[in-house]
Protein backbone atom coordinates (compact mmCIF):
# COMPACT_ATOMS: atom_id res chain seq x y z
CA UNK A 1 0.00 0.00 0.00
CA UNK A 2 1.72 3.35 -1.00
CA UNK A 3 0.00 6.44 -0.04
CA UNK A 4 0.42 10.43 0.01
CA UNK A 5 -0.26 12.87 2.76
CA UNK A 6 -0.30 16.51 2.66
CA UNK A 7 -0.95 19.01 4.85
CA UNK A 8 -2.53 22.31 3.98
CA UNK A 9 -1.24 25.26 5.17
CA UNK A 10 -4.96 25.99 7.16
CA UNK A 11 -4.72 22.08 8.73
CA UNK A 12 -7.13 20.44 6.39
CA UNK A 13 -5.29 16.73 5.43
CA UNK A 14 -5.09 15.26 1.72
CA UNK A 15 -4.41 11.67 1.66
CA UNK A 16 -4.98 9.65 -1.42
CA UNK A 17 -3.67 6.73 -3.34
CA UNK A 18 -3.20 5.57 -7.02
CA UNK A 19 -5.30 3.28 -8.46
CA UNK A 20 -3.62 3.51 -12.15
CA UNK A 21 -5.86 0.61 -13.66
CA UNK A 22 -8.90 2.37 -12.87
CA UNK A 23 -11.02 5.41 -14.13
CA UNK A 24 -12.78 5.97 -11.41
CA UNK A 25 -12.09 8.28 -8.53
CA UNK A 26 -13.47 7.69 -4.71
CA UNK A 27 -13.67 11.08 -3.32
CA UNK A 28 -14.46 11.58 0.55
CA UNK A 29 -14.63 14.69 2.72
CA UNK A 30 -14.28 13.51 6.44
CA UNK A 31 -15.44 15.36 9.09
CA UNK A 32 -13.89 15.01 12.79
CA UNK A 33 -17.38 14.75 14.47
CA UNK A 34 -20.31 12.36 15.73
CA UNK A 35 -22.72 11.64 17.82
CA UNK A 36 -20.65 11.26 20.90
CA UNK A 37 -19.23 14.60 20.37
CA UNK A 38 -22.97 16.27 20.41
CA UNK A 39 -24.36 18.71 24.14
CA UNK A 40 -27.34 17.19 25.71
CA UNK A 41 -29.44 19.56 23.72
CA UNK A 42 -28.55 18.67 20.08
CA UNK A 43 -28.90 14.44 20.09
CA UNK A 44 -28.80 13.62 16.54
CA UNK A 45 -27.48 16.73 15.23
CA UNK A 46 -24.60 15.70 13.64
CA UNK A 47 -26.95 13.05 11.14
CA UNK A 48 -29.34 16.38 10.98
CA UNK A 49 -26.70 17.91 9.63
CA UNK A 50 -25.47 15.67 7.49
CA UNK A 51 -28.92 15.76 5.90
CA UNK A 52 -28.99 19.73 5.53
CA UNK A 53 -25.59 20.15 3.91
CA UNK A 54 -26.93 18.12 0.54
CA UNK A 55 -29.85 20.60 0.64
CA UNK A 56 -26.50 23.14 -1.12
CA UNK A 57 -25.47 26.51 0.09
CA UNK A 58 -26.54 30.74 -1.04
CA UNK A 59 -25.30 29.65 -4.44
CA UNK A 60 -26.34 26.10 -5.09
CA UNK A 61 -29.92 24.51 -4.43
CA UNK A 62 -30.35 21.18 -3.52
CA UNK A 63 -31.70 20.40 -7.28
CA UNK A 64 -28.65 21.88 -8.28
CA UNK A 65 -25.94 19.71 -6.46
CA UNK A 66 -28.73 16.13 -6.97
CA UNK A 67 -28.71 17.30 -11.16
CA UNK A 68 -24.62 18.33 -10.97
CA UNK A 69 -23.91 15.02 -9.98
CA UNK A 70 -26.09 13.05 -12.16
CA UNK A 71 -25.48 14.93 -14.89
CA UNK A 72 -21.67 13.39 -14.21
CA UNK A 73 -22.31 10.03 -13.56
CA UNK A 74 -21.76 9.99 -9.90
CA UNK A 75 -22.80 8.30 -6.81
CA UNK A 76 -22.83 10.64 -3.84
CA UNK A 77 -23.96 10.39 -0.63
CA UNK A 78 -22.82 10.40 3.18
CA UNK A 79 -22.79 8.75 6.72
CA UNK A 80 -22.63 9.75 10.36
CA UNK A 81 -21.33 7.40 12.90
CA UNK A 82 -20.91 8.03 16.48
CA UNK A 83 -17.31 9.54 16.11
CA UNK A 84 -17.24 10.92 12.14
CA UNK A 85 -19.27 12.25 9.65
CA UNK A 86 -18.05 11.41 5.81
CA UNK A 87 -19.70 13.31 2.68
CA UNK A 88 -18.52 10.91 -0.44
CA UNK A 89 -18.77 10.75 -4.13
CA UNK A 90 -17.70 8.30 -6.76
CA UNK A 91 -17.11 9.71 -10.34
CA UNK A 92 -15.16 9.38 -13.72
CA UNK A 93 -11.69 11.01 -12.72
CA UNK A 94 -12.38 13.68 -15.44
CA UNK A 95 -15.01 14.32 -13.31
CA UNK A 96 -12.97 14.86 -9.98
CA UNK A 97 -12.83 19.02 -10.37
CA UNK A 98 -16.87 19.28 -10.77
CA UNK A 99 -17.46 16.82 -7.62
CA UNK A 100 -15.14 18.94 -5.52
CA UNK A 101 -16.71 21.62 -6.35
CA UNK A 102 -20.13 20.88 -5.51
CA UNK A 103 -18.41 19.06 -1.94
CA UNK A 104 -16.37 22.13 -1.13
CA UNK A 105 -19.67 24.36 -1.94
CA UNK A 106 -22.22 22.43 0.22
CA UNK A 107 -19.34 21.46 3.58
CA UNK A 108 -18.23 24.85 3.83
CA UNK A 109 -20.67 27.36 2.92
CA UNK A 110 -23.79 25.50 3.69
CA UNK A 111 -27.52 27.72 3.81
CA UNK A 112 -29.51 26.48 5.84
CA UNK A 113 -32.55 27.84 4.79
CA UNK A 114 -35.56 27.68 7.34
CA UNK A 115 -38.11 26.05 5.30
CA UNK A 116 -35.47 23.25 4.15
CA UNK A 117 -34.80 22.68 7.77
CA UNK A 118 -38.53 21.88 8.64
CA UNK A 119 -39.07 19.83 5.60
CA UNK A 120 -36.02 17.57 6.47
CA UNK A 121 -36.52 17.67 10.35
CA UNK A 122 -39.73 15.15 8.84
CA UNK A 123 -37.74 12.92 6.68
CA UNK A 124 -35.06 12.80 9.51
CA UNK A 125 -38.30 11.60 11.62
CA UNK A 126 -39.20 9.33 8.94
CA UNK A 127 -35.75 7.89 9.09
CA UNK A 128 -35.96 7.09 12.61
CA UNK A 129 -39.55 5.79 12.40
CA UNK A 130 -38.32 3.37 9.40
CA UNK A 131 -35.63 2.01 12.14
CA UNK A 132 -37.94 1.54 14.65
CA UNK A 133 -40.04 -0.83 12.97
CA UNK A 134 -37.37 -2.63 12.20
CA UNK A 135 -36.70 -5.41 15.25
CA UNK A 136 -33.14 -5.86 14.10
CA UNK A 137 -32.20 -2.55 14.41
CA UNK A 138 -34.30 -2.19 17.95
CA UNK A 139 -31.79 -4.81 19.27
CA UNK A 140 -29.06 -2.95 17.87
CA UNK A 141 -30.16 0.27 19.51
CA UNK A 142 -31.04 -1.55 23.06
CA UNK A 143 -27.80 -3.34 22.94
CA UNK A 144 -25.32 -0.39 22.25
CA UNK A 145 -27.45 2.01 24.58
CA UNK A 146 -26.79 -0.53 27.66
CA UNK A 147 -23.13 -1.81 27.03
CA UNK A 148 -22.54 1.85 26.71
CA UNK A 149 -24.80 3.30 29.54
CA UNK A 150 -23.91 6.60 30.93
CA UNK A 151 -21.10 7.30 28.51
CA UNK A 152 -21.50 9.75 25.32
CA UNK A 153 -21.64 6.87 23.06
CA UNK A 154 -24.67 5.62 24.57
CA UNK A 155 -27.28 7.87 22.60
CA UNK A 156 -28.20 6.71 18.90
CA UNK A 157 -26.78 8.26 16.38
CA UNK A 158 -30.03 9.73 14.74
CA UNK A 159 -31.44 10.86 18.17
CA UNK A 160 -35.39 10.63 19.11
CA UNK A 161 -38.22 12.20 17.21
CA UNK A 162 -38.35 14.71 20.24
CA UNK A 163 -34.70 16.01 19.99
CA UNK A 164 -35.08 16.47 16.24
CA UNK A 165 -38.21 18.44 16.55
CA UNK A 166 -36.58 20.55 19.13
CA UNK A 167 -33.29 21.43 17.57
CA UNK A 168 -33.15 24.89 16.14
CA UNK A 169 -31.34 26.49 13.43
CA UNK A 170 -29.48 28.38 15.46
CA UNK A 171 -28.22 25.39 17.44
CA UNK A 172 -27.83 23.61 13.86
CA UNK A 173 -25.77 26.84 12.82
CA UNK A 174 -23.90 26.75 16.09
CA UNK A 175 -23.12 23.18 15.91
CA UNK A 176 -21.63 23.63 12.28
CA UNK A 177 -19.59 26.14 13.69
CA UNK A 178 -18.21 24.35 16.47
CA UNK A 179 -17.48 21.27 14.70
CA UNK A 180 -16.66 22.02 10.86
CA UNK A 181 -13.23 23.64 9.50
CA UNK A 182 -10.52 22.82 8.00
CA UNK A 183 -8.21 21.49 11.02
CA UNK A 184 -11.10 19.15 11.67
CA UNK A 185 -11.70 17.06 8.12
CA UNK A 186 -9.21 15.01 6.28
CA UNK A 187 -10.12 14.58 2.50
CA UNK A 188 -9.31 11.14 1.28
CA UNK A 189 -9.13 9.96 -2.29
CA UNK A 190 -8.36 6.75 -4.20
CA UNK A 191 -8.66 5.48 -7.86
CA UNK A 192 -7.27 7.44 -10.67
CA UNK A 193 -5.79 10.30 -9.04
CA UNK A 194 -2.66 12.14 -9.20
CA UNK A 195 -1.88 13.42 -5.43
CA UNK A 196 0.06 16.73 -6.10
CA UNK A 197 -3.15 17.51 -8.63
CA UNK A 198 -5.78 16.79 -5.72
CA UNK A 199 -3.75 18.72 -3.25
CA UNK A 200 -3.70 21.41 -5.76
CA UNK A 201 -7.54 21.23 -6.25
CA UNK A 202 -8.25 20.38 -2.63
CA UNK A 203 -5.65 24.11 -1.89
CA UNK A 204 -8.04 25.87 -4.43
CA UNK A 205 -11.23 25.02 -3.44
CA UNK A 206 -10.28 24.73 0.65
CA UNK A 207 -7.31 26.55 1.19
CA UNK A 208 -9.15 29.95 2.77
CA UNK A 209 -11.17 27.58 5.15
CA UNK A 210 -10.31 28.44 8.65
CA UNK A 211 -10.70 26.24 12.13
CA UNK A 212 -8.52 24.22 14.06
CA UNK A 213 -8.74 20.44 14.97
CA UNK A 214 -11.74 19.34 17.46
CA UNK A 215 -11.46 18.11 20.77
CA UNK A 216 -13.13 14.74 22.06
CA UNK A 217 -14.39 13.57 25.87
CA UNK A 218 -12.79 10.02 26.15
CA UNK A 219 -13.39 8.03 29.11
CA UNK A 220 -13.77 4.23 30.08
CA UNK A 221 -17.14 2.74 30.37
CA UNK A 222 -18.02 1.30 33.75
CA UNK A 223 -18.97 -2.43 33.37
CA UNK A 224 -22.34 -3.28 34.42
CA UNK A 225 -24.82 -6.54 33.81
CA UNK A 226 -27.52 -4.75 31.75
CA UNK A 227 -30.75 -6.38 30.56
CA UNK A 228 -32.54 -3.79 28.04
CA UNK A 229 -35.45 -5.27 26.54
CA UNK A 230 -37.95 -3.84 23.93
CA UNK A 231 -41.36 -5.86 24.77
CA UNK A 232 -43.19 -6.70 21.35
CA UNK A 233 -45.24 -9.28 19.94
CA UNK A 234 -43.34 -10.64 17.24
CA UNK A 235 -43.22 -13.91 14.97
CA UNK A 236 -39.02 -14.16 16.26
CA UNK A 237 -37.20 -12.64 19.12
CA UNK A 238 -34.12 -10.68 18.37
CA UNK A 239 -31.23 -10.81 20.94
CA UNK A 240 -28.11 -9.51 21.69
CA UNK A 241 -25.52 -10.64 24.29
CA UNK A 242 -22.32 -9.19 24.51
CA UNK A 243 -20.27 -7.11 26.69
CA UNK A 244 -17.05 -4.91 27.52
CA UNK A 245 -14.76 -5.22 24.69
CA UNK A 246 -11.46 -3.75 22.99
CA UNK A 247 -10.65 0.09 21.68
CA UNK A 248 -9.39 0.31 18.61
CA UNK A 249 -5.67 0.63 19.43
CA UNK A 250 -5.88 -2.71 21.78
CA UNK A 251 -3.03 -4.47 20.58
CA UNK A 252 -5.20 -7.94 21.30
CA UNK A 253 -7.78 -6.71 18.58
CA UNK A 254 -5.97 -8.82 16.02
CA UNK A 255 -6.09 -12.18 18.17
CA UNK A 256 -9.74 -10.95 18.89
CA UNK A 257 -10.31 -10.42 15.05
CA UNK A 258 -9.52 -14.35 14.84
CA UNK A 259 -11.72 -15.33 17.81
CA UNK A 260 -14.74 -13.09 16.40
CA UNK A 261 -14.09 -15.03 12.93
CA UNK A 262 -14.22 -18.67 14.21
CA UNK A 263 -17.21 -17.77 16.34
CA UNK A 264 -19.16 -16.38 14.13
CA UNK A 265 -18.10 -15.21 11.05
CA UNK A 266 -19.06 -17.71 8.09
CA UNK A 267 -21.05 -20.77 7.63
CA UNK A 268 -18.13 -22.45 9.12
CA UNK A 269 -18.24 -20.69 12.71
CA UNK A 270 -19.05 -21.96 15.99
CA UNK A 271 -22.18 -20.51 16.77
CA UNK A 272 -23.88 -20.61 13.02
CA UNK A 273 -22.84 -24.55 12.95
CA UNK A 274 -24.25 -25.07 16.07
CA UNK A 275 -27.45 -23.00 16.09
CA UNK A 276 -28.45 -23.11 12.36
CA UNK A 277 -27.21 -25.95 10.85
CA UNK A 278 -27.21 -28.70 13.61
CA UNK A 279 -30.34 -27.74 15.81
CA UNK A 280 -32.23 -25.29 13.28
CA UNK A 281 -33.00 -23.09 15.76
CA UNK A 282 -32.13 -19.91 13.95
CA UNK A 283 -31.80 -17.99 10.01
CA UNK A 284 -29.61 -15.32 11.56
CA UNK A 285 -26.63 -15.93 13.94
CA UNK A 286 -23.34 -13.96 14.03
CA UNK A 287 -21.01 -12.76 16.30
CA UNK A 288 -19.67 -8.77 15.67
CA UNK A 289 -17.40 -6.34 17.73
CA UNK A 290 -17.26 -2.54 17.99
CA UNK A 291 -14.49 -0.23 18.33
CA UNK A 292 -13.95 3.24 19.30
CA UNK A 293 -11.39 5.56 20.65
CA UNK A 294 -11.88 4.36 24.16
CA UNK A 295 -14.11 1.86 24.32
CA UNK A 296 -15.43 -1.43 22.39
CA UNK A 297 -18.15 -4.16 22.95
CA UNK A 298 -18.31 -7.58 21.72
CA UNK A 299 -21.74 -9.43 21.03
CA UNK A 300 -24.12 -12.10 19.43
CA UNK A 301 -26.66 -11.84 17.45
CA UNK A 302 -29.76 -14.18 17.42
CA UNK A 303 -32.93 -14.52 15.52
CA UNK A 304 -35.00 -17.04 17.13
CA UNK A 305 -38.91 -18.27 17.74
CA UNK A 306 -39.92 -16.90 20.87
CA UNK A 307 -40.34 -20.55 22.20
CA UNK A 308 -36.88 -21.70 21.12
CA UNK A 309 -35.10 -18.84 23.13
CA UNK A 310 -34.62 -20.57 26.06
CA UNK A 311 -32.16 -23.35 23.89
CA UNK A 312 -30.72 -21.41 21.68
CA UNK A 313 -29.16 -18.69 24.25
CA UNK A 314 -28.01 -22.02 26.27
CA UNK A 315 -26.21 -22.95 23.59
CA UNK A 316 -24.47 -19.69 22.73
CA UNK A 317 -23.30 -19.71 26.55
CA UNK A 318 -22.12 -22.85 26.11
CA UNK A 319 -20.01 -22.13 23.28
CA UNK A 320 -18.69 -19.00 24.75
CA UNK A 321 -18.17 -20.80 28.00
CA UNK A 322 -16.39 -23.35 25.40
CA UNK A 323 -13.89 -21.12 24.46
CA UNK A 324 -12.79 -19.60 27.31
CA UNK A 325 -12.10 -23.01 28.85
CA UNK A 326 -10.48 -24.59 25.72
CA UNK A 327 -9.45 -21.94 23.28
CA UNK A 328 -9.76 -22.86 19.34
CA UNK A 329 -8.21 -25.44 17.80
CA UNK A 330 -4.89 -24.82 15.25
CA UNK A 331 -7.30 -26.05 12.37
CA UNK A 332 -9.97 -23.23 13.24
CA UNK A 333 -6.67 -20.74 13.89
CA UNK A 334 -5.45 -21.77 9.84
CA UNK A 335 -8.87 -21.44 8.66
CA UNK A 336 -9.72 -18.32 9.95
CA UNK A 337 -6.52 -17.04 9.00
CA UNK A 338 -7.23 -17.74 5.81
CA UNK A 339 -10.68 -16.28 5.33
CA UNK A 340 -9.40 -13.37 6.39
CA UNK A 341 -6.13 -12.93 3.83
CA UNK A 342 -8.63 -13.88 1.18
CA UNK A 343 -11.28 -11.34 2.97
CA UNK A 344 -8.65 -8.18 3.65
CA UNK A 345 -7.30 -8.85 -0.71
CA UNK A 346 -11.06 -8.47 -1.88
CA UNK A 347 -11.87 -5.40 0.12
CA UNK A 348 -9.12 -3.53 -1.48
CA UNK A 349 -10.46 -4.18 -4.94
CA UNK A 350 -12.47 -1.33 -5.16
CA UNK A 351 -11.59 2.38 -4.56
CA UNK A 352 -14.27 3.30 -1.99
CA UNK A 353 -13.26 0.74 -0.15
CA UNK A 354 -9.65 1.91 0.08
CA UNK A 355 -10.66 5.48 0.61
CA UNK A 356 -12.91 4.75 3.17
CA UNK A 357 -9.79 2.92 4.65
CA UNK A 358 -7.92 5.93 3.99
CA UNK A 359 -9.73 8.54 5.56
CA UNK A 360 -11.18 6.65 8.29
CA UNK A 361 -7.84 5.84 9.74
CA UNK A 362 -6.18 9.15 8.71
CA UNK A 363 -8.72 10.79 11.02
CA UNK A 364 -8.93 8.28 13.83
CA UNK A 365 -4.70 8.06 14.07
CA UNK A 366 -4.12 4.75 13.22
CA UNK A 367 -1.59 3.39 11.54
CA UNK A 368 -1.65 3.24 7.99
CA UNK A 369 -0.69 -0.36 7.45
CA UNK A 370 -0.42 -2.22 3.91
CA UNK A 371 -2.00 -5.56 2.86
CA UNK A 372 1.34 -7.20 4.08
CA UNK A 373 1.62 -5.43 7.29
CA UNK A 374 -1.73 -6.23 8.17
CA UNK A 375 -1.74 -9.78 6.99
CA UNK A 376 1.61 -10.11 9.09
CA UNK A 377 0.09 -9.02 12.37
CA UNK A 378 -2.45 -11.96 11.33
CA UNK A 379 -0.06 -14.55 10.71
CA UNK A 380 1.74 -13.80 14.33
CA UNK A 381 -1.28 -14.86 16.16
CA UNK A 382 -0.52 -18.11 18.43
CA UNK A 383 -3.18 -19.99 20.04
CA UNK A 384 -2.54 -19.16 23.19
CA UNK A 385 -3.43 -15.38 21.97
CA UNK A 386 -6.95 -15.65 21.37
CA UNK A 387 -7.42 -18.07 24.57
CA UNK A 388 -6.17 -15.32 26.31
CA UNK A 389 -8.26 -12.69 25.17
CA UNK A 390 -11.47 -15.14 24.72
CA UNK A 391 -10.82 -15.29 28.62
CA UNK A 392 -10.54 -11.59 29.19
CA UNK A 393 -13.45 -10.49 27.44
CA UNK A 394 -15.86 -13.51 26.91
CA UNK A 395 -14.98 -14.74 30.87
CA UNK A 396 -15.80 -11.44 32.28
CA UNK A 397 -18.57 -11.35 34.88
CA UNK A 398 -20.60 -8.94 33.58
CA UNK A 399 -22.16 -8.61 30.59
CA UNK A 400 -24.93 -7.11 28.86
CA UNK A 401 -28.25 -7.70 26.91
CA UNK A 402 -30.70 -6.29 24.40
CA UNK A 403 -33.58 -7.48 23.03
CA UNK A 404 -37.12 -7.13 20.84
CA UNK A 405 -39.56 -9.93 21.93
CA UNK A 406 -42.66 -10.77 23.24
CA UNK A 407 -40.79 -10.96 26.98
CA UNK A 408 -39.57 -9.05 30.14
CA UNK A 409 -36.72 -8.47 31.73
CA UNK A 410 -36.77 -10.49 34.13
CA UNK A 411 -37.60 -13.17 31.78
CA UNK A 412 -33.68 -12.90 30.21
CA UNK A 413 -32.05 -12.01 33.77
CA UNK A 414 -29.95 -15.61 33.90
CA UNK A 415 -28.68 -15.17 30.07
CA UNK A 416 -26.43 -12.33 31.63
CA UNK A 417 -24.61 -14.42 34.55
CA UNK A 418 -21.34 -16.26 33.36
Not at 50 to 74: C, M, N, P, Y
Not at 384 to 408: I, M, Q, Y
Request: proline share 2%; aromatic share 8%.
Amino acid sequence: MHYDLTTLPNGLRVISESMPSLRSVAIGCWVDTGSRDENANESGISHFLEHLLFKGSEDLSARDVSETFDAIGAESNAFTSKEATCYWARLLDQELPTGLDILSEIIQRPAFRPKEIDAERQVVIEEINMYEDDPNDVAFERFTTAVFANHDLEDPVLGTRDSIRGVSRDEIVGYWGRRYGAGSMVVAAAGSVDHDELVEMIGDRFGEWSGGRVDHDHSSVEATSTINVKRRDTEQAHIILGGKGLDRTDERRWAFEILNHVMGSGMSSRLFREVREERGLAYAIYAFKLSYADNGAWGVYVGTTPSQTETAMNIIREELAKVVAEGITSEELERAKGSMRGGLALSLEDANSRMVRLGRDEMTGMPHLSVDERLNKLESIDLDEVKSVANDLFGAETRVLGAVGPFDESDLTQYVTV
